[in-house]
């Protein structure tokens, strides 16, 4: 009996683990199989021609590269900072508590609501329009939660005799965060930072009021220009337009060219923390 | 002659509502070595920890005075960072920092402000060779300090502190982590390293204490039970509580 309880626990977990991996690859493989034709390299750096129905995606990488930078100037600092304040500060207990709350209830919040957010407060409210800037700022807000959690919990793992060891030496609080926990903790940082990116590049609902077109004909221009964005143009490509047995190629392509850049984003921050932690086992 | 390096006067310490240190009163010897010595949980690291004021961040409070070089370290106006680096510590774990062995050297110097490279490098290898580290790792100094040896870490982080010339020497049970070989070599550095700094050690380790040691202090409870030089208290307990400590009948 006990043997054949082993043996069920066991095939449980495997059957689970089985599971997960199938979902990915059934996930994956017709993104691969319909996508990866002719990619290289007139899908990747042409205009999209005929209403969509022909042609590149090229700018909506370019939008999409623009607004996840943006957004992460605006979301790195703040959400840094208020990292370090949660992990190393940590005081007076309801302004903890307060940023707490603010920071699960944020994350609890779908999507879409930030980018109706994003319409209300920076394009109608502050005038931003339909731009760039109003979409970065949003997608900042969206990361932000993202961004505190990782940062905090990398600052956190930081053990606690290294930071003994900085004060017994004449560090003062700030030097110890900023000449030791900071440092020692800067892979994981670096890691969870570009996680962010590769969540923001992906997102949809928030940028569909706040800066994405569906067509454009040119790079944006400044700030305050439309930009086209990888997720939202899959988004038109199967939603909207006129000849669907046209845009549904296009539309895999596209989804396959944003899965291998967040891919590469993510492989990345995986490289640089091996590659950095490597000198560091404590 | 001896000279008074460290007073202790009526020093008491709380952690929230609970008395760790009760009524502490005691002399630190300069050029000696001060062994503190009890079982566990008796307030021996709390008590080491107060000659640096690292209780600060396990927000404990003081009363009593604790006077080096004429100041009372207990006072809220003193300048930490320069304690710190006139009161040295090691811990009982070896705390390297996950940098190369020149950077956890020049730690110290650089927190300070320090920034002329080649009086740093000076002082690096003169701290790493007073503590018999340097003919060791003086090909690899800009490797990772993590790579040393545990005996060598502890060493590494006794240079780390030695490299601010501090006056005295905190070690918080530096040998518990090491074996017996690196322990005896940090015995025989302390020997030597005494002829310039005062020392106080906490060790569990009685035979250890009897055998570095200039003055021991035995404390029980949060209490001094007895303090004197240490060949006398091994050889000749004032109190029926220490000898039983000394000769392993509790602790």
């Not at chain 1, 407060?121 to 970065?136: D, Q, T």
């Not at chain 1, 895999?252 to 984003?265: E, P, R």
């Not at chain 2, 015995?187 to 009685?206: F, R």
């Amino acid at each position: 009996m006990r043997k054949f309880k082993e043996f069920s626990f066991e095939f449980f977990i495997y059957l689970s683990t089985l599971i997960t991996i199938i979902s990915l690859f059934i996930f994956l493989i017709p993104i691969f199989k319909n996508g990866y034709k002719g990619i290289f390299p007139e899908f990747l750096f042409t205009f999209p021609k005929n209403g969509m129905t022909e042609g590149g995606i090229f700018p909506a990488i370019v939008g999409t590269f623009y607004l996840t930078i943006l957004s992460t100037f605006f979301s790195f600092p703040v959400g840094i900072i208020t990292a370090i304040y949660l992990a190393e500060y940590g005081k007076p207990k309801f302004l903890v508590d307060m940023i707490r709350t603010s920071i699960s209830t944020l994350s609890g919040i779908p999507s879409i609501i930030f980018g109706l957010f994003g319409l209300s407060f920076f394009v109608v409210r502050f005038s931003l329009e339909v731009s760039l800037l109003s979409g970065s700022l949003t997608l900042a807000i969206l990361s932000l939660p993202i961004i505190i959690r990782s940062v905090e919990e990398s600052l956190k793992s930081v053990p606690v005799t290294f930071k003994e060891a900085a004060y017994s030496l004449g560090c003062s609080k700030f030097e110890t965060i900023y000449k030791v926990s900071i440092p020692v903790a800067f892979p994981n940082i670096l890691t969870s930072l570009i996680l962010s990116i590769g969540r923001v590049a992906g997102e949809t609902a928030p940028i569909m009021f706040t800066a994405a077109t569906l067509y454009s004909r040119r790079l944006p221009k400044s700030l305050s220009s439309e930009v086209m964005a990888i997720p939202y143009h899959i988004y038109g490509l199967v939603t909207e337009g006129v000849s669907p047995e046209k845009q549904i190629p296009i539309a895999y392509k596209s989804a396959f060219v944003l899965l291998l850049l967040v891919l590469i984003v993510n492989l990345s921050a995986i490289i640089i923390r091996q590659k950095l932690r490597r000198q560091r086992r404590w | 002659m001896v000279k008074e390096k460290i007073k202790v006067e009526n020093f008491n310490l709380y952690f929230k509502d609970k008395k760790v240190l009760n009524n502490i009163n005691l002399s630190i010897f300069e050029n000696k070595v001060t062994a503190i010595i009890g079982p566990s949980g008796c307030g021996k690291s709390t008590l080491i920890r107060s000659f640096n004021r690292m209780n600060d961040f396990y927000n404990a409070k003081v009363d009593g005075k604790i006077i080096f070089d004429g100041i009372n370290i207990n006072d809220r106006n003193i300048d930490l960072s320069n304690l710190r680096t006139k009161i040295g510590m090691v811990f009982q774990k070896p705390n390297p920092f996950p940098f190369s062995i020149y950077d956890n050297v020049a730690f110290g110097l650089k927190v300070k402000g320090i920034n002329d490279k080649s009086f740093i490098d000076e002082k690096v290898v003169k701290s790493l060779k007073d503590v018999w580290l340097y003919d060791e790792i003086k090909d690899r100094l800009f490797d990772s300090a993590m790579s040393l040896s545990g005996g060598q870490q502890q060493r590494l982080c006794i240079a780390r502190a030695l490299a601010n010339d501090p006056e005295v020497l905190l070690l918080d049970e530096p040998t518990s982590a090491l074996d017996p070989k690196s322990t005896q070599k940090i015995e025989e550095l302390l020997e030597v390293l005494k002829k310039k700094l005062t020392i106080i050690i906490v060790t569990h380790n009685i035979a250890q204490a009897g055998r570095i040691s200039d003055y021991t202090l035995f404390i029980y409870l949060g209490e001094i039970v007895e303090f004197g030089e240490t060949k006398k208290m091994f050889t000749a307990p004032e109190n029926k509580k220490t000898e039983e400590y000394i000769t392993g009948i509790f602790g």
